[in-house]
């Protein structure tokens, strides 16, 4: 064989290879060995170890562009909580736009299909200005840091869930949040968590995540999930690979793809050389 | 059809369209997509400056706020356009001064402030093994950008050798950590084909 | 000390808060080129840059074209008017006067309007310098659109189109610099790549023939035109190089010592 | 004095920036500032039809001249004549205007962005080969950043991740800093040069 060629495979071909390779997992996810790290697999055991029919506060403080590696963190902890028949009270204290959206559409779509009601099982409270005092005012009252009303303005006396949640106090169990900034965990640390002693996890952008890991050690966070990586463990965990994992499995194809053409490619050029070599004696 | 299909559909051309540079360079679509970018790019340019710049620059700045010092800028601006005037070329060159100097003055002037800060971060204490390589390969990368001093001993050579391997290193490692991001790049094209418009995968 | 830090909030003597050092960088710069300047001007000795291989290979990329009979493609970055530009096109100008020399075809695109002119206006005296005016062509020398990727996508025609056997990217360059210097690869250019935005570079060590890594641009005027007066600034900015490796190794040596570098660094901030 | 004048204008100008920065003015001091910011981007505003004045002459030339592949220049001076009609017309936030500039123009630009995806591959392809020490450190760092970045890695090889966090946080941030603080002494010359006319050819002399 002419090991030389594999030094000048058509590009195209390799172009084709990486587009196949994005977009069969778009299509079924796979599943590729994920590896998964001590701060995820401490993230799930944190909530599967509450009681059932707990009550978990989820945060999803995102903007739009770190939302893609953030939501189906959202989307995997509604799973695992509705499941263990936990309610959920959704802020999303970052973004006044995108936000409050993401965290009910995603919240959502898992609810419709497990069967829990808006207003019963789960309530989105959306974004409210000054996070510091709102946070403050819902550790004691909920009703009273947001200000009477849902994301939509709907009153909050007609949910039965504002009923038997009263307080972050004597109600909540656990605080999820997704984290890209401020405010973001710190806030949640400082003025909710630490002070009431509450369990406090969630996730946070890769970009913010090697910053924090020193809060998973001391155990101020129960562990927590770093990035679309973070994202796909932890759906794995809960058995119900996503959109997290769907991109992991494009990234590992994909990566392991060039990395197989590097190879050739490093093959070819000592194919080559050896024979030119050959050719000066 | 909503205007959002629309929308997806003319997006979804308009990514084949630019990607057909990668099956083949020389061909209709992609020259297609290239002249109608440039064209729109320039003339929303000009719109938007227009619109959105100048009209309230006049009328609201200037005329309204009797803001009229801002008249000497605006002719100096002006004066680029004697270039195509033969014969008073030179004109345009007072405002291309203005232009080069205030760059140069900007950058001596507010640069330092960001400067120095990168100075005062690299004073790390030396307790630990990471401490001590991160020195090390700070003071060899700088020595290998010193040009005028011979490096005819072998320390001297040989700590720019060194500097230059430390420099590939994060090179390479740079190059290796960014490739997910970009690969990300075409999923999300590929979800406006495939999700947006032919709603074939959710 | 103390009174030094009550002053710190109004600013020292007559500079601005926090001005005092960056006013000291500048100025000692300002006085070593100065210096230098001088030192040139008389005759005395001037050290001489070491071999920088992206520079000769300038060079060597331009003859090749010319016995291709291809054209030239220089690019001075995606930066508007600072160092960087400036630095690139004063590497323009050497190009330009080596092109019209060999008679070998330039074409320049430039991302800002603004940039044209000067461009322009660059090439038009290299080639006036060489004793070839009547070989400028103004229409060469291309705006081609303000958009980060609108450009990339039309030097990327350019490059199916118009066929340049080398391909020069000097300067500040962005996410777009993978783009042009691997669409150049493929269509067979020589390339030389410039980069000054440490997140970039990598992308022209890997793809570019030859990559000016960082301050390499900043000598690259100097080193082209052998100029003893621009050698000088190198010089001068080698001593303020060297100057700032002492303080790394003072901070570094107290931060050692004390546990940090606190004081030193509320010194150097007023 | 036709040659002089713009390398006076050059000094004048950076030597004005620069005193009302570095001296303490007081309130006036940052007034200058901002009133020469907006001078500076009012000169930008009035020049603003150079580009499209460049753009035309260059399509311009190609039509007429009838250069191969003179249609697309039709089409681009038509794309820009229309894009700059419509936004006049129907505004800068209008349907129209936001239909073609985000479902034409700012679709290719991001598409041709995400070619960035592709060419990632094909260099890493084309130019990784193991030549020398420097390729090969070039090489070996980009393959293991590589694997610690895609979960497979670490199925393989477990705790590369562990090693990648490192290289990017002691090998990789060392030298990202070392070209930064030679670089910025360098970019200060080149100011300088400018401003004392020792690199003037854009003058004409």
Known sequence: MDWEKLQHIDIRILYVIILVCLLIPMFKPIGLPIAISDATRQVYETIENLPDGSVIWVSHDTGPGNAPELNPMITALARQAFRKNCKIIATAFFNETVGPTLVYTHINEVAEEMGKEYGVDWINLGYRINADATMKLMVENIAEGALGVDWQGEPLDKFPIMQEVKSIRDDVDLLFVTTVGSPGYSDWMQYVAEPLNKPLTGGASLTMYSGLQHYIRSGQLKGFLGGLRGAAEYELLVGAPGKGCAGMDAQSLGHVTIIVFLILGNIGYFAAKKQRQQETY | ?202 | MTLLAANAAEGVFIFAPGMLWDFILIASLFVLVFVMIQRARVGLPIPEIRKIAGLEAIDEALGRATEMGKPVHYSPGMSGFGSEMYAALAVLSYVAKMAAQYDTRLIVTTRRPYIHPVASDIVKQSYLEAGRPEAFNPEDIRYVSEWQFSYTAAVMGIFQREKPAANLLIGYWMAESLVLAEAGAQAGCIQIGANTNIFQIHFFIVTCDYTLIGEELFAASAYLSKDPMLTGTVVAQDMLKIAIGCLVVIGTIIATVKGDAQSLIDFLSL | MKKQLPLIVVAVTAIIVMAVKFIDLGDFGAATIKELDTWSQVTYEFAFLLGAINLTRLHYGNVSKKRPKWVYSVIALIAMVAAAIITLVNGVKGDVTVFVVENIANRIDSAVYALLGFYVCSAAYRSFKLKNVEATLLLGAAVLLMLAQAPIGDAIFPGISKVGEWILSVPNSAGMRGIRLGAGIGAYAASIRVILGLERSWTGS
């Open chain 2, 1 to 202: 059809m909503t205007v959002e299909q629309l929308g997806n559909i003319s997006a979804s051309i308009c990514i084949i369209m630019a990607w057909s540079y990668l099956w083949k360079e020389d061909n209709p679509l992609y020259n297609l997509a290239e002249h109608l970018l440039v064209g729109i790019a320039t003339g929303y340019g000009i719109g938007y400056t227009i619109l959105v710049q100048l009209v309230p620059r006049i009328n609201d700045e200037i005329i309204g706020n009797q803001h009229y010092s801002l008249i000497i800028p605006a002719i100096i601006g002006c004066l680029i356009y004697c270039r195509f005037f033969p014969g008073y070329e030179w004109l345009s060159k007072i405002c291309m001064g203005f232009w080069i100097g205030y760059g140069a003055g900007n950058h001596l002037a507010f640069n330092p402030a960001t400067y120095m800060p990168q100075v005062f971060d690299t004073f790390i204490n030396l307790t630990n093994i990471n401490n001590i390589l991160y020195f090390l390969i700070v003071i060899v990368v700088i020595w290998y950008f010193i040009f005028t001093v011979r490096k005819d001993t072998p320390v001297r050579s040989g700590a720019s050798q060194l500097g230059r391997y430390a420099l590939m290193i994060a090179f390479g490692s740079a190059y290796g950590s960014i490739t997910m991001a970009y690969l990300s790049l075409i999923i999300g094209q590929l979800e406006i084909i495939f999700r947006d418009t032919l709603h074939l995968i959710k």
